[in-house]
């Protein structure tokens, strides 16, 4: 293929795009706007799906790398009432489709996967145009820009490469997440490390929820759900740490000291995260030279699906342009008509189809049927 292949973002989506390309001896270029890969923290657990992470990770052969990654036991899952009784538990028993890694390892290896000088740190998009020869022109933060005969936007929920596409732009869900930390659990906060226990443990009410994870070692990763509007939690300083943490924990009164320690003990003060999701089935018509993928394409609201997505869409794309690589256009045709009723389906799972539920009222029966049902048919 002598197409010049530009992609904008290096999350796990452009990532596996790269990588698998450069599988099929396909160069491509990634402009990242993070100054390096330890420029932030990559977040927390993920489990990556037999049904399309995994696929995505065998496309890019690189199944013997993502084994040594898994943290072994982490797909224990928890489910309790608010009151700390439990609903469900079922321990890791190893036999499970959806292993879990830590975000951070999962980037790395497809960034050491990846030939030398393939990412360009420091190179933020900030703007993108089609040329009147039809190629694409993208601008960065620095004053350089880039053209491309074919650009993919990568680039997330805040897509710069989106409005050459599509005019849609994401929207507040009615709910944010408080992410909180506790570290050295099983010393320091042992009644919610026991809590939590080996894996992820959710519990729930209508529009409140706490969503924890064990990540390496003892620590316990929160996400504490509150269904309300973002005028809300502007009301919230959340400059003053201490503050902040207790007026959240005052939307979980009752609720059992165990659970709301995750929001009252954190160790990092509390960050608020507003979730956004763009239409569901967001969809646009082929502009030639130019595509998207993961939360670019369909951003939506957390529900585990988000990274698997983004990563098989990466290595379908590619895939695509390996298959057709005199004919740029149809690739794109292939890659999106697979895109879209894809995205548009998993933007669309029930609450309990996920580890991650929402707020509606039958959100933690539907997730007690969903691991029943998966125990039931292994």
């Given at each position: 293929m002598t197409t010049d292949i530009t992609i904008i973002g290096a999350g796990l989506g452009g990532l596996t795009l790269a990588r698998v390309l450069q599988v099929h001896g396909i160069p491509a270029t990634i402009y990242e706007a993070e100054s390096s890969p330890a420029a932030r923290s990559q977040g927390g657990m993920l489990d990556i799906h037999d049904?399309?992470?995994?696929?995505?990770?065998?496309?890019?052969?690189?199944?013997?790398?993502?084994?040594?990654?898994?943290?072994?036991?982490?797909q224990a899952m928890k489910v309790l009432a608010p009151d700390g009784s439990i609903l469900f538990d079922q321990a890791?028993?190893?036999?499970?489709?959806?292993?879990?890694?830590q975000r951070g390892d999962l980037r790395q290896i497809l960034l050491d996967s990846l030939e030398p000088?393939?990412?360009?740190?420091?190179?933020?998009?900030?703007?993108?145009?089609?040329?009147?020869?039809?190629?694409?022109?993208?601008?960065?933060?620095?004053?350089?820009?880039?053209?491309?005969?074919?650009?993919?936007?990568?680039?997330?929920?805040?897509?710069?490469?989106?409005?050459?596409?599509?005019?849609?732009?994401?929207?507040?869900?009615?709910?944010?997440?408080?992410?909180t930390y506790l570290f050295d659990a099983d010393t320091r906060h042992p009644v919610t490390a026991r809590t939590v226990g080996a894996g992820a443990m959710v519990a729930h009410s209508p529009g409140r929820e706490i969503f924890a994870?064990?990540?390496?070692?003892?620590?316990?990763?929160?996400?504490?759900?509150?269904?309300e509007p973002q005028e809300w939690f502007a009301a919230v300083?959340?400059?003053?740490?201490?503050?902040?943490?207790?007026?959240i924990a005052q939307e979980f009164g009752g609720w059992a000291p165990q659970i709301t320690a995750l929001i009252t003990d954190?160790?990092?003060p509390p960050v608020l995260r507003p979730l956004y999701a763009l239409?569901?089935?967001?969809?646009?018509?082929?502009?030639?030279?130019?595509?998207?993928?993961?939360?670019?394409?369909?951003?939506?609201?957390?529900?585990?699906?988000?990274?698997?997505?983004?990563?098989?869409?990466?290595?379908?794309?590619?895939?695509?342009?390996?298959?057709?690589?005199?004919?740029?256009?149809?690739?794109?045709?292939?890659?999106e008509?697979?895109?879209?009723?894809?995205?548009?389906?998993?933007?669309?799972?029930?609450?309990?189809?996920?580890?991650?539920?929402?707020?509606?009222?039958?959100?933690?029966?539907?997730?007690?049927?969903?691991?029943?049902?998966e125990e039931q048919s292994r």
């Open positions: 049904y399309n992470g995994q696929l995505a990770l065998k496309a890019a052969d690189l199944m013997e790398e993502f084994r040594a990654i898994i943290i072994e036991g982490r890791d028993d190893g036999t499970g489709g959806r292993p879990e890694v000088g393939t990412v360009r740190w420091g190179r933020k998009a900030t703007a993108s145009r089609t040329l009147d020869d039809g190629r694409h022109e993208v601008t960065f933060a620095d004053g350089g820009t880039v053209v491309s005969d074919l650009l993919v936007g990568a680039d997330g929920a805040w897509s710069r490469v989106r409005p050459l596409l599509s005019p849609a732009t994401p929207q507040y869900i009615g709910k944010s997440v408080v992410e994870h064990r990540e390496k070692g003892d620590t316990l990763h929160a996400y504490v759900g509150v269904a300083d959340f400059t003053d740490a201490a503050g902040a943490s207790a007026r954190s160790d990092t239409p569901t089935g967001h969809r646009w018509d082929r502009v030639p030279g130019v595509t998207l993928l993961g939360d670019a394409a369909h951003l939506s609201a957390p529900n585990g699906e988000g990274a698997n997505l983004a990563m098989l869409d990466g290595a379908e794309l590619a895939q695509a342009l390996a298959s057709h690589p005199d004919d740029v256009e149809t690739a794109l045709t292939v890659y008509r697979a895109l879209f009723p894809r995205s548009a389906q998993a933007a669309l799972l029930e609450p309990g189809d996920s580890p991650q539920s929402d707020t509606g009222n039958n959100a933690v029966d539907d997730l007690i049927a969903a691991y029943s049902r």
